[in-house]
C-alpha cells in the first residue's frame, strides 16, 4: 500500500520538491498543497489532516507557525529547511561570485538588518545564526505572522534609501516578495540530498506508526451497581452496550466474557481514537450512560496479546481505586497513563527509576504514587502543593494524601514551607514543596 504525504510549500520550491521526491514515488504519493501567506499554512493542515499519512512543511518558520497555531497535530510532521552551515556556503558562495558585493552592504534574513562584516569581524556570525532559531522557536503565533512583513518592509526601506545591494534569504515567500518589488535576491534552496533525507525519515516515521496502530490491544472492563453484584440481565446489558459501542464508532472489537470482566480485544490504533490520544475515556461515558453501572476500564498494549492482556488487568486495577473510576492505560513501554479525564492525565512509569526507588526505601509510600505526586507538584508553582490539592487531582481522600505528605517530609523528600487558610473552617492546611 503507498503512503500518501503533503507536501505544504510555495511555489517558488515547487522544481525543487519535484526533483527532491522523484526516487520515492513508487512507494509514496506526493501531494503539494500552496500558499501565498505563512498564515494559510494552519488552515491548510487542518483540512486535509485526516486524508495523508505524513506531512512535510517547507521551513522553519512555516513549522513553526504550524506548531503555535496547532499544538496538538496527530500525523508525522517533517520540515525543508536549510540549516546554518549551508547557509554560510551559499553566503560565501555568492561573495567569491560577486567580488564587487560588500558584506555591510548585504541583506542576510537571520541577521535581521545586522551588519555582516562586524559579525564576521566579531566572529559572532554562528551565534547570529543560531539566536535566529531560537528565535523563531519562541514566537508567539501573532509574532511569527508579522516576521516576514516586517522583514520584507525593512529590506524595502534599507533598498529606497540606497543603503543594500542584495538579500539573501530562505523564506521563499520573502524572494517572491523581493522579486516582485525588483531587489537582487538570492534564495537559498535546501540541498536536493538533504531533502531526500528528510522525506526517507519521514517515511520511516510513517511506518513504524502504522506498525504502532495495528499492536496488539486488550480493554478490561468490569462493571458494578452500588457496590451489589449484577444478575444475568445486568450482565447482558454491559454487553450489548460494547457491541453497540463498537458498530456506532467503527470500531474492530472482539468481545470475550470472563466471569463478570469483559475483554475485548482490537488494536492500538482503535484504543488512540476512541481515548482521542489518551485524553479521555469515550467508551466509560457511553457505558455508563447505556447501563447506569459504575464501569472501571483499563486499557492495555503490547507486542504480543499476552503482555497487553497482562497491562489491561493491571489499568483496571488503578480504574477501580480511583474514587470516580476513572479509567487508566498502560502502553508498550510500561508507562501508566491517566486518569484519562481532560486536563488530569499524567504519564508514569511503571518500573521505577533508581531515584524513586530509593525514596520509596526512605518514605514507605510506593514508588509509582511518588510520581503522582511529584507530577501534581511540577505543575503547581515553585512545586508546592496542600493536602487537598493533592487529593483533588489523585482521586484520593484528604487525609490519605496528607499522610502521604507527612511520610515525604519525615524522609527529607518535602519540606513544609508554610501555611494556607481553608476556604472553609478549620486550621490552615500545610504548604509543601517537593523539589524536582
Excluded at 127 to 145: D, H, I, P, Q, R
Excluded at 159 to 169: F, K, L, M, N, P
Excluded at 425 to 436: A, C, L, S
Aim: hydrophobic share 40%; net charge neutral; glycine share 6%.
Amino acid at each position: 500500500m503507498k503512503y500518501k504525504t503533503a507536501i505544504i510549500s510555495t511555489e517558488f520550491m515547487d522544481n525543487r520538491v519535484k526533483e527532491a521526491v522523484l526516487p520515492f514515488e513508487e512507494s509514496c504519493t506526493f501531494t503539494t498543497f500552496y500558499y501565498k501567506k505563512s498564515s494559510e499554512i494552519p488552515d491548510i493542515y487542518k483540512s486535509i489532516e485526516d486524508k495523508y499519512d505524513g506531512f512535510i512543511i517547507n521551513g522553519i518558520i512555516s513549522r513553526a507557525l504550524l506548531r503555535a497555531a496547532c499544538p496538538d497535530t496527530r500525523k508525522p510532521i517533517e520540515t525543508f529547511h536549510v540549516d546554518m552551515l549551508a547557509y554560510y556556503q551559499e553566503l560565501f558562495g555568492l561573495m567569491t561570485l560577486n567580488p564587487d558585493l560588500k558584506a555591510e552592504r548585504l541583506y542576510a534574513d537571520f541577521m535581521m538588518g545586522k551588519n555582516i562584516r562586524e559579525a564576521v569581524e566579531n566572529k559572532t556570525l554562528e551565534a547570529e545564526g543560531e539566536n535566529f532559531c531560537s528565535m523563531v522557536a519562541c514566537m508567539s503565533l501573532e509574532e511569527l505572522k508579522a516576521l516576514r512583513y516586517k522583514m520584507v518592509e525593512d529590506v524595502r526601506g534599507k533598498w529606497e534609501a540606497g543603503r543594500i545591494d542584495q538579500v539573501i534569504t530562505r523564506l521563499s515567500t520573502a524572494a517572491k516578495d523581493f522579486e516582485e518589488m525588483g531587489i537582487p535576491c538570492h534564495f537559498v534552496y535546501p540541498g536536493i540530498s538533504y531533502m531526500r533525507d528528510v522525506i526517507k525519515r519521514l517515511l520511516l516515521t510513517i511506518e513504524l506508526d502504522k506498525m504502532k496502530e495495528s499492536m496488539p490491544a486488550v480493554i478490561n472492563i468490569t462493571a458494578g451497581r452500588n457496590g451489589q453484584e449484577r444478575d444475568e440481565l445486568g450482565e447482558l446489558a454491559i454487553q450489548t452496550a460494547i457491541l453497540q459501542f463498537s458498530r456506532e464508532h467503527d470500531c474492530d472489537f472482539m468481545l470475550q466474557r470472563h466471569a463478570s470482566v469483559y475483554e475485548v480485544h482490537t488494536s492500538a490504533g482503535v484504543i488512540d481514537r476512541i481515548t482521542d490520544k489518551y485524553a479521555v475515556c469515550m467508551l466509560k461515558k457511553y457505558l455508563e450512560r447505556k447501563t447506569g453501572a459504575r464501569v472501571c476500564i483499563g486499557y492495555g498494549l503490547g507486542r504480543d496479546t499476552t503482555r497487553a492482556r497482562l497491562e489491561a488487568m493491571n489499568a483496571n486495577q488503578e480504574s477501580m481505586m480511583h474514587p470516580q473510576g476513572a479509567s487508566y492505560a498502560i502502553d508498550e513501554n510500561e508507562n501508566l497513563i491517566g486518569p484519562l479525564i481532560s486536563g488530569s492525565c499524567m504519564v508514569l512509569s511503571t518500573t521505577p527509576s533508581e531515584k524513586y526507588a530509593k525514596m520509596a526505601e526512605e518514605t514507605g509510600v510506593s514508588a509509582l504514587t511518588l510520581q503522582k505526586i511529584c507530577a501534581v507538584a511540577q505543575k503547581q508553582e515553585e512545586g508546592t502543593v496542600t493536602a487537598q490539592l493533592l487529593a483533588d487531582s489523585l482521586g484520593v481522600t484528604v487525609r490519605a494524601a496528607s499522610k502521604y505528605l507527612q511520610k515525604m517530609v519525615a524522609a527529607d523528600a518535602a519540606q513544609v514551607v508554610g501555611t494556607k487558610q481553608r476556604k472553609t473552617r478549620g486550621r490552615p492546611e500545610q504548604m509543601i514543596r517537593i523539589p524536582d
